[in-house]
């Protein structure tokens, strides 16, 4: 197909240098294009100004174009849409009906309010109620933003921070017409604060499928600092717009936009480029826009997949079909930086000379011409012809925006030994420099996190499953004595998602920190069609070490009578996560049902109680270790206490647990209770509220447990003794 490109910025050639890599385009034209876009293959300027519709309808015709691609708005609002739709010719963009959406801010503040779209409060006012606005501003008990209702080429914003600013705000948009026929209505509307960020959607009029969000910079300076400007620069996706936010915007925002102008009468094909506050309350929109943004497009066809077809995907929204085309980006991030010329925002030189490497700096970075022109007297030598002049884009790949995400998190966790740092091809502990001497053992373990990560990822809660992959590996350190020294983990996934990836990561950094060690590095996995979408998995992988003489389980010195002593769980920890879902599933629950155990507000859902992180009982228990005043200590995971206290003790030697020592916690009490599990089932599956045992001589047992309670958070308990030949729990009828 050949498809014309209606304008000149740097969105045009961005649009025209994707449109140009489809295998179904022939030919990308670009009217009037810029000096960029001439020098691109398969794409050639024409020289007929965007609002020449009757030139530009000839010229389709002439070329058998079979799409027609408005870049910016003023077209769009006069009706270009309609022009060529009387001579059979699909135009990607909305009629001029609903393209008032972007041409009236009073229009659309209108309809958010018909559709209850979230949104700031607002009034509008003309020029005759200019005493009437100012009395407004005066009584609605907010601070206000000031807009011109009409198309202001982006200037038509106010931001007054004191009353007077407010009253000649007011002034110069409806009595000074300081921005022309845009100013004949003014919408007053509440400030909002947070972060803003800017989604563009495909549509068809009935489906809407959005693009990574976006954030844009408009202010000239560094720093957010100087004049507003057309913007100065974006990058997407913004972290900010996390999946569940997107989600909201989705079903919030976007569906019931497109739902709502299709049951008026005026059904919104095109791109819907939609300005969102993010609230405390939630997303809010400011503003929506009818066409491609500038300079997010930049960014967002750098982030488009080589397999995603753009002229494919513009003619199925025109075609109403947008459902049967297929949309991927990228992992990673796009950035797009803008060049301006000497003066900018305010007059500006016209006509200096540019000059270019001959190659961009690398393939992944590309330069988009915005305002330049062919020098009229040397045809090889390009020129200045606007304030914004070229837009430099590069994107960057997931894998090394993961790194770069994480650096802060890992840097913490640094200890004499290791040097903190990540990226090479393995990490390196110097067991020297880390006070360790020669008769040192080292001792290693590895786990994941089980079936909690599906509760992870149902609930879109990733931090605390983090600090589970450490806990569930150091805990089995410190209980061989061992001192944990560095840990390495392994992320597999079906496509790397930098924010879930970095949170998840943050929590394992967080859980070494707590446990003394150093996160020397680990394995990031993407593989396609091992993993569902959205899916990933943990391992983590320990080291520690212990001198000889100290090391766990003592066998030959434990003896009948020597003491118990339970440090308190968390909750569930990471194991019996299998039965949690069945139960679960057998009440209709969801991570995102209330917590069924709890009377207080302690748990926002069920999902964030169930992720309640592992407790790391290292630091608590490592001086006692140093001093040999413990004889041996169990983790209580998978097979609770009935298979894992056995495993500290000498053959022969059994042991007598006493469960009322300590009440039973309210999960666990649940668990019993919704899932009819008999006691002693629960304590062969669950800690039941104790995660970690230790044997003490019976002597030292007061002394241990004073000291226990001081130097860490778990509770302390003494729960029983060793004696006979096998375990014995006693108060089971209890639970």
């Not at 022309?180 to 489906?207: H, K, Q, R, W």
């Not at 007061?702 to 004696?723: C, H, K, P, Q, T």
């Amino acid at each position: 197909m050949n498809v014309l490109v209606v304008g000149s910025g740097g969105r045009e050639h961005a649009l025209c240098w994707k449109l140009s890599k489809s295998p179904s385009v022939s030919a990308v034209y670009a009217a009037p294009g810029n000096a960029g876009t001439g020098r691109e293959p398969k794409i050639q300027n024409v020289p007929i100004a965007a609002d020449n519709f009757p030139e530009l309808v000839r010229f389709a015709q002439e070329k058998d174009i079979s799409l027609v691609v408005p870049g910016p708005e003023q077209p769009l609002v006069d009706g270009i849409e309609s022009v060529f739709r009387k001579v059979g010719i699909p135009v990607f963009g909305p009629s001029a009906l609903a393209a008032r959406m972007e041409g009236s801010k009073a229009f659309s503040k209108d309809f958010m309010d018909r559709h209850s779209i979230p949104t700031a409060k607002f009034r509008t006012f003309n020029a005759s109620q200019y005493k009437e606005a100012i009395e407004y501003t005066k009584a609605c008990g907010h601070k206000v933003v000031l807009k011109a209702s009409g198309l202001a080429a982006g200037k038509g914003v106010l931001i007054p921070e004191t009353s007077e600013e407010v009253e000649s705000g007011l002034k110069e948009i409806l009595i000074d017409q300081a921005f022309g026929a845009a100013g004949n209505e003014v919408v007053i509307e509440e400030c909002l604060d947070g972060p803003e960020i800017s989604v563009l959607a495909f549509s068809d009029g009935y489906t809407i499928v959005p693009l990574p969000a976006a954030q844009d910079h408009k202010r000239i300076g560094e720093g957010d600092t100087g004049l507003n400007t057309g913007g100065m620069g974006a990058y997407a996706p913004a972290p900010v717009a996390t999946t569940e936010i997107m989600r909201r915007i989705q079903t919030e925002v976007l569906q019931p936009t497109i739902d709502g102008m299709r049951r008026e009468g005026y059904p919104f094909v095109g791109m819907l480029f939609t300005g969102l506050m993010l609230t405390d309350s939630g997303p809010k929109v400011l503003e929506y826009n009818v066409r491609f943004g500038d300079p997010e497009t930049e960014a967002l066809m750098l982030l488009l997949s080589e397999e995603t077809d753009l002229a494919k995907i513009l003619l199925a929204c025109a075609e109403h079909h947008l459902d049967s085309v297929e949309i991927a980006t990228k992992p990673g991030f796009a950035v797009c930086v803008i060049l301006a010329s000497e003066g900018y925002p305010a007059s500006y030189p016209k006509g200096r000379s540019i000059s270019f490497p001959t190659l961009p700096p690398s393939s992944d970075t590309m330069i988009f011409h915005a305002g330049t022109a062919i020098d009229k007297n040397d045809s090889s030598k390009i020129i200045t012809s606007g304030g914004r002049v070229l837009a430099a884009g590069v994107s960057v790949d997931a894998g090394n925006a993961l790194v770069e995400a994480i650096k802060p998190f890992v840097k913490e966790t640094r200890r004499l030994g290791a040097d903190g740092t990540i990226g090479g091809f393995g990490g390196v502990f110097d067991l020297k420099a880390a006070g360790f001497g020669e008769d040192t053992l080292l001792v290693a373990g590895t786990d994941g996190v089980g079936t909690k990560l599906r509760i992870a990822l149902e609930s879109g809660i990733h931090e605390t499953v983090g600090i589970d992959l450490v806990a569930m590996s150091v805990n089995d350190l410190i209980v061989q004595g061992a001192e944990p020294l560095f840990f390495l983990d392994y992320y597999g996934c079906s496509r790397l998602e930098v924010e879930v990836a970095a949170s998840v990561i943050k929590g394992i950094a967080h859980g070494c920190k707590a446990s003394g060690c150093t996160l020397v590095g680990g394995e990031t996995a993407e593989m396609p069609g091992m993993y569902a979408t959205g899916d990933y998995d943990l391992a983590g992988f320990a080291v520690g070490a212990v001198s000889r003489s100290l090391l766990l389980p003592k066998l030959s010195e434990m003896k009948p009578g020597d003491a118990l002593i339970g440090l308190s769980s968390s909750g569930i920890h990471s194991n019996g996560f299998s039965l949690v879902r069945k139960i679960m599933a057998l009440h209709n629950l969801t991570t995102s049902s209330a917590c069924p155990w709890q009377s207080e507000s302690r748990y926002a859902t069920l999902g964030h109680a169930l992720l309640e992180p592992t407790t790391l009982y290292v630091l608590q228990l490592l001086p006692l270790c140093k001093r040999g005043m413990i004889k041996g200590l169990a983790h209580i995971t998978g097979g609770g206490f009935i298979e894992n206290i056995p495993r500290m003790l000498p053959k022969g030697l059994g042991c007598e647990v006493d469960v009322t020592a300590w009440e039973l916690p309210p999960v666990f009490k649940w668990l019993k209770s919704a899932g009819n599990i008999q006691s002693r089932e629960m304590a062969r599956t669950f800690n039941c509220g104790i995660g970690m045992v230790a044997v003490v001589n019976e002597g030292d047992c007061e002394a241990i447990m004073d000291e226990l309670r001081s130097s860490g958070n778990a509770n302390v308990y003494r729960i029983g003794r060793l004696g006979g030949t096998e375990l014995m729990l006693q108060g089971l009828d209890s639970w």
